[in-house]
């Protein structure tokens, strides 16, 4: 299993993760069963696409098995999602230590020298103390 600070982005579907979903966004379209959810573990978070049943199965303080996942972008974002081959399953509720920096959905990702095939993450830029998409609620 993988944390999700080690992630990479790849175009294949080898991701096995655990994490608790934090906050759900809104559908992306009015009516359409997709969106971008924040997700994280004890070392990072990332945005994780929801769409179809997952919509619906999944709710804040899940905690949720990724298999066969993928981590890449999907339009203009990162995101880690399930994908056609993989699969998302609740394991429980609420009891995981998580943090909620650095989302490595909003880090910058460079080509690795050594390998032009391969992303790394660009160690100049650091991590917004806070998601994009998710920002704080103003108290």
Not at 25 to 38: F, I, N
Not at 64 to 83: D, E, M, Q
Not at 102 to 124: A, C, F, G, M, Y
Request: charged share 25%.
């Amino acid at each position: 299993m993988i944390n999700i600070k080690d992630l990479c982005p790849a175009a294949t579907n080898t991701v096995n993760t655990k994490f608790i979903m934090l906050e759900k966004g809104k559908p992306m379209k009015d009516g359409e069963k997709t969106c971008l959810s924040l997700v994280a573990d004890q070392s990072a978070a990332v945005h994780f696409q929801l769409w179809g049943d997952e919509y619906d199965a999944f709710q804040p303080g899940d905690i949720i098995h990724l298999t066969n996942g993928i981590f890449s972008f999907h339009r203009t974002n990162l995101v880690l999602r399930a994908g056609k081959k993989g699969k998302a399953l609740k394991i429980g509720e609420f009891t995981m230590a998580f943090v909620e920096a650095p989302n490595i959905s909003e880090l910058r990702w460079v080509r690795d020298p050594s390998d032009q095939k391969k992303l790394i993450q660009d160690p100049t830029i650091s991590s917004p103390p806070y998601s994009k998409f998710f920002p704080p609620n103003p108290s």
